[in-house]
């Protein structure tokens, strides 16, 4: 076939599944729905260490962990969800939340976008788990 008629094909293609998959809505990034869908998503990561406490988030796109292993955060990416443990964090605090530098190349930083309290919070949760 000749690439004056394969490129538009592939191009036209692509462009078309990226509008269908965003009309039928699955381009929206998840919710955790309740701290049940938190506990799946981080037992999705780490199925060894299941969750003592989760903490959701007001909006419900992130979920504060903690674990006899250790605290973590879930978070989503794109229509799923991943999950790290907060190991040598540096947490900031940001005009929308928090952000936190990770030492792992998989996820470098993962801003949060939290209310005023739970920025506060979060923290004071990383430092003294309960």
């Known amino acids: 076939m000749p690439l004056e008629i394969l490129l ?9 599944i990226t509008v269908l998959l965003h ?3 699955l381009s ?7 701290q049940s869908a938190a506990r799946a998503a981080w037992l999705d990561e780490f199925p ?3 969750p003592d406490r989760i903490t959701l988030s007001q909006d419900h796109r ?11 955060v879930v978070w ?4 799923d969800t991943t999950a790290r443990y907060l190991i040598d964090a540096q947490i900031t605090l940001t005009a929308k939340g928090l952000r936190i530098d990770l ?5 470098p930083r993962i801003n949060l976008t939290l209310d005023t309290a739970e920025a506060d919070l979060w923290p004071t949760l990383l430092e003294h788990p309960a």
């Open 103 to 107: 030492p792992d190349y998989t996820a």
């Open 23 to 25: 009309l039928l809505g």
């Open 62 to 72: 992130a979920a504060l962990i903690q674990t006899v292993q250790g605290v973590g």
């Open 48 to 50: 060894d260490d299941p």
């Open 8 to 16: 538009p094909m592939v191009i036209l293609g692509i462009a078309g």
């Open 28 to 34: 929206r990034p998840v919710l955790l729905a309740n």
């Open 76 to 79: 989503p990416m794109g229509a």
